[in-house]
């Protein structure tokens, strides 16, 4: 691991514990040691001039209740999957039935096709979330 790479994970480790060979690297790199301290340090003074503000009593429960009465508007994350794999099955036997070729090679390209775009599906949801 390089400086940056040991830097990026000191900020990252704020939130939550950095990997092991962050900390292999800070036990070798002075300058990386001192990232940490001063980051450190200005994380303990911005945590001391800011007050956290003062709830009610109930409002935890207010809160809790106020969730359990809202509808959950996010849709499941196998839907899309779903929908993909359901519409290109319909697609397939729909053309299994209606073209003037046999059924066998006509469901063998739909599977094949299906997993295809199925794979481009995925790679195009990881490189968004990325």
Not at 15 to 22: L, M
Not at 24 to 35: I, V
Not at 84 to 104: E, F, G, K, R
Not at 109 to 118: I, K, L
Request: net charge negative; aromatic share 4%; proline share 8%.
């Amino acid at each position: 691991m390089d400086c940056h790479q040991a830097q990026e994970a000191i900020l990252e480790m704020f939130d939550r514990a950095p990997p092991e060979d962050a900390a292999a690297h800070l036990a070798t790199c002075p300058a990386c040691a001192a990232f940490l301290a001063r980051h450190s340090a200005l994380d303990r003074e911005l945590a001391g001039l800011l007050e956290p503000p003062e709830l009610s009593r109930g409002f935890r429960a207010a809160l809790r209740n106020r969730i359990r009465r809202e509808p959950s508007r996010l849709k499941p994350e196998w839907l899309p999957d779903a929908v993909h794999l359901a519409s290109c099955a319909v697609a397939t036997v729909l053309c299994a039935i209606l073209l003037p070729v046999a059924a066998a090679p006509v469901l063998g390209v739909g599977a094949v096709v299906t997993g295809a775009t199925y794979v481009l599906v995925l790679l195009t949801r990881i490189g968004i979330e990325n």
